[in-house]
């Protein structure tokens, strides 16, 4: 039903940005949650940052607080997440996720009804 499309990953050093999109089909999305999910090889998804589509609510992970940034186009239905100072701890996996709300924690990955194909990101020392 919603589909959504990530783009802007990449590779890069220590201490450099990257700058995440997440493309969602039209009118799905106005009234979601929207966020980043990340998973490194072994670990457990994890949230890394959410917004609401209808307000200006947003909720980061603690080990990105500070360094990554959150924000939308409402209009074009597009989620960014503006990521700087990467470490090589921030690498894995970047999911964009949406969904309706529910009984579940906005960084819950269970509250996600979809989510995008993933786009990899990879820091080095």
């Known amino acids: 039903q919603v589909q959504l499309v990530e783009s802007g990953g990449g590779s890069v050093q220590a201490g450099g940005s990257l700058r995440l999109s997440c493309a969602a089909s039209a009118y799905g999305v106005s009234n979601y949650y929207m966020g980043w999910f990340r998973q490194a090889p072994g670990k457990e998804r994890e949230g890394v940052a959410v917004i609401y589509m209808g307000g200006r609510g947003t909720y980061y992970g603690n080990s990105v607080k500070g360094r990554f940034t959150i924000s939308r186009d409402s209009a074009k239905n597009t989620l960014y997440l503006q990521m700087n100072n990467l470490q090589p701890e921030d690498t894995a996996m970047y999911y964009c996720?949406?969904?309706?709300?529910?009984?579940?924690?906005?960084?819950?990955?269970?509250?996600?009804?979809?989510w995008g194909q993933g786009t990899q990101v990879t820091v080095s020392s």
């Open positions: 996720a949406a969904g309706p709300g529910g009984s579940y924690g906005v960084m819950d990955p269970r509250l996600y009804r979809y």
